[in-house]
């Protein structure tokens, strides 16, 4: 089971901070990421990280602006989301390409 959390309304510039609790699996064994879907628009694969945490993944979209990571002892996965766009706006869920969560929404505006 993976459950997201922190979304939320900002303005275009504002940041926050996304976490996502694992359970059920062995979260330290597994590479994870966080994903996006806007409205109308195909899945965006915009972060990546590896089992250990030593390797990342962005797109050009994000690059810069969206930093991921996890703690292990925690079974958590993090996403902090600065210089926030409206192109931003999207369901973000956090998915481990077995399973994906439910989703925690960011509107900005």
């Known amino acids: 089971q993976l459950v997201e959390s922190g979304g939320d309304s900002v303005q275009a510039g504002g940041s926050l901070r996304f976490s996502c609790v694992a359970s059920g699996f062995t979260f330290s064994t597994y590479a994870m990421r966080w994903v996006r879907q806007a409205p109308g628009k195909r899945d965006e694969w915009i972060s990546g990280?590896?089992?250990?945490?030593?390797?990342?993944y962005y797109p050009d979209s994000v690059k810069g602006r969206f930093t991921i990571s996890r703690d292990n002892a925690k079974n958590t996965l993090y996403l902090e989301l600065n210089s926030l766009k409206t192109e931003d706006t999207a369901m973000y869920y956090c998915?481990?390409?077995?399973?994906r969560g439910q989703g925690t929404q960011v509107t900005v505006s």
């Open positions: 998915d481990n390409w077995e399973n």
């Open positions: 990280i590896s089992a250990s945490g030593g390797t990342t």
